[in-house]
């Protein structure tokens, strides 16, 4: 069984379009996270979701808009693509607090072309 | 804001020869977690280290937590091609869920 899984696995779009990535994890973790990786594969947090709460919003624009219906789902909806949205995007989910590890779990990635 | 360095960027051996990627932080680090990221794959954890001056080994993997919890380390020996991939280590602050990442090391094995 797949941890975390995201759809699409690949999405190439035109500008202007909007989109969505959805993630689902089956670890029963609390915390799920969304990760750009750009061209030159540098990972940069861009929201965190803890039970359904928004925990960490960096500075992200706000035609990205995560929504999490549930605890084990953390979706990425995309306002007006522009060329730089272009990259792998990645979900990853963990459960804080544990006693030895915090580890990430990835999922596969999307990456998304926009023309 | 917290930044985490990694150098070097990119780093090409022969297959059997040694490869270290080293990561340093501008602030004092609950944790660092190490991850793999293979060609056209996702990162996958290898390990966290959470004490000062800790060293951890996995087989041919050696980790290292500097003493004031800003730097660290990771040395492979006798590199295989089976180690090709990129790196990544990732800082965490107490008290936040964030995980700050370095920009990687990409690893090329020569066979």
């Known amino acids: 069984d797949t941890a975390v899984s995201q759809t699409p696995k690949y999405l190439v779009t035109q500008m202007g379009n909007d989109k969505s990535i959805k993630c689902e994890q089956n670890?029963?973790?609390?915390?799920m996270y969304w990760y750009k990786q750009d061209s030159k594969k540098f990972l940069k947090i861009m929201f965190s979701?803890?039970?359904?709460?928004?925990?960490i919003n960096e500075t992200v624009p706000n035609r990205f808009s995560p929504k999490s219906p549930d605890k084990a789902h953390l979706n990425l909806h995309i306002n007006s693509l522009e060329l730089g949205d272009s990259a792998v995007y990645f979900c990853?989910?963990?459960?804080?607090?544990?006693?030895?590890?915090?580890?990430?779990?990835f999922g596969p990635g999307t990456r998304l072309t926009v023309l | 804001g917290q930044q985490v360095m990694q150098i070097p960027q990119y780093q090409h051996v022969q297959e059997g020869e040694d490869f270290t990627t080293y990561c340093n932080s501008s602030?004092?680090?609950?944790?660092i977690q190490w991850y793999k990221q293979r060609p056209g794959g996702h990162p996958v954890f290898l390990i966290q280290?959470?004490?000062?001056?800790e060293v951890k080994k996995q087989k041919r993997l050696t980790f290292q937590f500097g003493e004031a919890k800003k730097n660290s380390s990771l040395h492979i020996t006798a590199t295989q091609t089976t180690d090709v991939g990129t790196y990544f280590c990732?800082?965490?602050?107490?008290?936040?869920?964030?995980?700050?990442f370095g920009k990687g090391t990409k690893l090329t094995v020569n066979p």
């Open positions: 990853a989910s963990s459960q804080p607090g544990l006693a030895v590890y915090n580890e990430q779990f």
């Open positions: 979701y803890n039970n359904k709460e928004l925990i």
């Open positions: 280290l959470v004490k000062s001056g």
């Open positions: 670890l029963g973790h609390d915390t």
């Open positions: 602030t004092t680090l609950s944790n």
């Open positions: 990732a800082g965490q602050r107490g008290g936040s869920e964030k995980l700050v």
